[in-house]
Each structure stands twice: as structure tokens, then as C-alpha cells.
């Protein structure tokens, strides 16, 4: 590296960005690498605090810091993921298009495991719209020794999938809504709106509801008519609890599916229960659906629309960051729920 002072530097070529900070208002490159430094940039080099500028000479062993960015940030990038141009050693990455965000942790975690190399991203399994920042990548110093680049390169391919984006599949959704006080309309039924609200939020297609009362046997009748009339999805709400009367998990077990879990570690959400008949997902949806703006549903759901089947270790993994702090305002998902 090569320390030139500005009034000697005319005519030169700027090695790295430099950086201007206007406090409250700007922060970002005042002059890009690759700039000829020219007799009029002196005052502008003193004025954002440089009295002397740097040549660098990589050689065979270095990485200046945007190329070392911009390469981690390849071997970063999966599905639906692109790399913004690099800038002051740090190279974006975005979504392409609207869907879950997938992030192996693991991944992440190697990498910043690396001395002079920063990986940040956004939470796993969160929604997001194409143009979304997602990850960054973030090399510390001007320069980095190009077999630490390698080295992060070769064990990113290792793991496969870094960073994705899963479009949400306009899956058919079915609503069964069990319970004696609602088909025989002794009280309203407020479970339907609540879940054609929220299938529509995901990008789902709520097909049909039907009504059953606390009756095993016609449950599951109805999850399985459900099914032959191209349901990809079934929720099936009330009768989730544990009181004797409460017949639901009993129905969805009839139906021969696979239980994947009947209960969860997340609040709202207790009394939750998800399985598979063959291909077919069905949820066992508690009573927080009704009334809570936002539950375990919403951790579940935009998973399986983005393709996943779902495993008992997913549903446990659930349980950090899986208490509702019922704020007054829901902010979701811009809180720690799920997270």
C-alpha cells in the first residue's frame, strides 16, 4: 500500500471508495475506485477529511474489497437472489421476487467465523417483496487474503442453499368448522371470515367451508370430501382442546393421516395439531384463530404454501420465539414473534 499525499495524487487512480459522512442526512462513497483523481477533486478529498490517499498493490495473494464481497456474495446467492454492484466493500443482496425467505444458519454462521468477513441477513422463513434487502455482505478491511475468499467460497457450496427466495404456491384451501353450537346455530360462527382472511393474505384460494358437528365420524367425512374435491390444504377449526366433547384431533386421526405433532411450543397456538393424508396437509386450527390476530398459524402456513413439509424437529424449532407478546398494536411481522 502506497500512501500519496491528494496535492501529489493528480492523475492517479483511487484503489477503493472514499467515504462521506454528513451526519443525520448522507453516508456512501464521495469518490469510487477507478476514479482519476483530478486537480479540482483536492479541495473536496480535504473537505470529507483526506490529506493523503492509497495505492494499493494487490498482488497474487489479495482481494480488493468489493471483488472479495462480490464473490461471497455469488456463492451466497440461490434462488431468486441477486447481488447488487459492490460499494465500499459491501455487495447487497435481493429478492427477485415476493416469497419466503429461506437462510441456512449454519452457512451464515461459517462464514462470520472467518477473520475480516461479515455475512448479515434478515430472519429465516419471513415474507418478503421482490427488491428486498435480504443479506449483506460486508468485507472489514480495504484488502482480504484471496484464500480466505476461496476458502468461504468452497465451504459455502457445501452447504447447497445459502440464501433463497420460495414463491408461495396458490394452493386450494378447504375450512371444516366443527361444533355443535355453530351448526345447529345456536351461536355465529366467526371462525370462516377469520380463515378465508387469512388464507387470502398468503395467496391461497379458499374453495369451500363446510360445517360439522362435534361428530368424529362426519369430521372426518368432511376433511376427506374435502380432499376428492381438489383441496390441497384443510383446516379444520374447533373441538381442538382437550375437554372430552372436543372431537377434532379424534377426526383428523380417522381420516388415517399422519400426525406430525398435536400441540406446539408457541402461544397462541397451544393446542395446534398438523398432519399429512398422503400429500394433503390438514391443520387442526385451536380456538386463538378466532380471535388472535396473529398465531402459530402464520408460522405454519406461508411454509407450507412455499412448498415445505413440514417435520415434528420444525414444529420444536418453533418454540424460540414462539411467545406472542399480544401487543395492543399488532406489528407483526415486524417483532420478535417467530423469530
Do not use: W
Not at 368448522?177 to 395467496?203: L, P, S
Amino acid at each position: 500500500m502506497k500512501k500519496v499525499k491528494v496535492e501529489d495524487a493528480v492523475g492517479m487512480v483511487l484503489g477503493h471508495d472514499l467515504t462521506k459522512v454528513v451526519p443525520g442526512s448522507y453516508k456512501g462513497p464521495a469518490f469510487r475506485k477507478g476514479h482519476i483523481v483530478r486537480e479540482e477533486d483536492i479541495p473536496h478529498l480535504k473537505d470529507i477529511g483526506k490529506e493523503h490517499i492509497y495505492l494499493f498493490e494487490l498482488g497474487d495473494k489479495k482481494l480488493h474489497e468489493d471483488d472479495a464481497a462480490l464473490a461471497i456474495a455469488q456463492a451466497a446467492a440461490g434462488a431468486r437472489i441477486e447481488c447488487a454492484p459492490p460499494s465500499e466493500g459491501r455487495v447487497n443482496l435481493k429478492a427477485q421476487a415476493d416469497g419466503l425467505l429461506k437462510v441456512n444458519r449454519s452457512a451464515v454462521d461459517a462464514v462470520n467465523n472467518v477473520e475480516h468477513i461479515a455475512l448479515s441477513t434478515r430472519h429465516s422463513n419471513q415474507l418478503v417483496k421482490a427488491g428486498d434487502v435480504v443479506a449483506a455482505v460486508k468485507i472489514i478491511p480495504l484488502v482480504v487474503d484471496k484464500a480466505a475468499v476461496q476458502g468461504v467460497e468452497a465451504n459455502l457450496k457445501r452447504y447447497g442453499e445459502v440464501l433463497a427466495v420460495h414463491p408461495l404456491a396458490k394452493l386450494k384451501v378447504a375450512a371444516v368448522i366443527t361444533g355443535n353450537e355453530v351448526f345447529y346455530g345456536r351461536i355465529e360462527d366467526r371462525f370462516a371470515k377469520q380463515i378465508a382472511d387469512k388464507v387470502a393474505f398468503y395467496g391461497g384460494v379458499l374453495q369451500e367451508t363446510l360445517y360439522r358437528p362435534d361428530d368424529p365420524a362426519q369430521i372426518a367425512e368432511a376433511i376427506v370430501s374435502c380432499r376428492a374435491n381438489g383441496a390441497e390444504i384443510v383446516i379444520a377449526s374447533g373441538g381442538m382442546s382437550v375437554d372430552p366433547d372436543d372431537v377434532t384431533p379424534e377426526a383428523i386421526r380417522a381420516t388415517g393421516a399422519d400426525v406430525v405433532t398435536y400441540g406446539t411450543p408457541v402461544l397462541p397456538g397451544a393446542m395446534f395439531m398438523l398432519a399429512y393424508l398422503e400429500e394433503i396437509a390438514i391443520i387442526g386450527l385451536p380456538a386463538c384463530g378466532m380471535f388472535a390476530k396473529t398465531t402459530v398459524l402464520d408460522l405454519v402456513l406461508p411454509r407450507i404454501l412455499a412448498g415445505e413439509r413440514l417435520s415434528k424437529n420444525d414444529i420444536v424449532s418453533l418454540g424460540y420465539g414462539g411467545l406472542c407478546s399480544q401487543c395492543e398494536q399488532c406489528v407483526y411481522p415486524h417483532c420478535p414473534f417467530g423469530k
